[in-house]
């Protein structure tokens, strides 16, 4: 087997049958053959996880924190996602040894800069922070997070907000980028405290909408942010809208005949 897996050629089916590799030795070498291999082959991803295991099993945190580390040296221009997988690694190694400080250290940082959590970044923090000095630590993170200006930043603040419960935050953030689909998104936890609020968002959106499409789905799209309009309590702006885009678009008259329907 070993043989047959040695003939595999293309960098990424090699890193997956080193990893077939080492199931094998693990099962029919000595210990010592098995730690050859996986030194021989510790910048294979599945390896290295491989061997944090065993140390972190062996209580060796030393090793296991050499590991990481070097995991995310080794990872850092090439395979960024990686990185991310050796910090989580390096936050169990901390809750392992309740190092406060460091789990405090590396939850934040994946919260902060992660796209596949594997922990609850947030609940960690919460816990390991305590109540006196929450949101204070919480302000900073905020800071942080706007200070970043990436693309997926919007989406951290929203689940801030909504796990703080601070809806005026949660309909200030809505108010940046309004959007049809945004609007719905935030609804579930904005209806409540702001459904005018809502509504005037709703409306506006679909004023826009209606510029910039044409045809039966998306008329029957525009009746169905319609239909949310009225349940949120605002069925006098629902005949606003209705009465304006009839003048407006007399000619369309597929929107006239769903436009009825609401």
Known sequence: IISCLNTIDG?????????????VISKFKDAEEVRKFMNDHIGNFSIRKAAIKKAMADE???EAIKLCKAGIKYDKKERPGFVKTWYDWLLKIAQAQNDREKIIEYARFLFIDNFS????????????????????????MIKDINAKGNWGDKDLLRQIY?????????????KESPSLLNIEIYEEYLAKTYPQELVELYAACLVNYLDWNTGRKHYQTVCRYLRRMKKLGG???VNELIEY??????????LMEELDGV
């Open 11 to 23: 960098k990424y089916e090699r890193n997956i049958a080193r990893a077939f590799q080492l199931e």
């Open 60 to 62: 060796n945190f030393e």
């Open 117 to 140: 959590a594997e922990q609850d970044y947030y609940q960690i923090l919460k816990q390991e922070v305590g109540q006196n000095a929450w949101n204070d630590f919480l302000e900073d």
């Open 162 to 174: 909504i796990r703080e419960k601070w809806w005026d935050r949660l309909l200030s953030l809505l």
């Open 235 to 237: 069925t006098e702006k």
């Open 245 to 254: 885009f009839k003048e407006t678009y007399p000619k369309r008259r597929a």
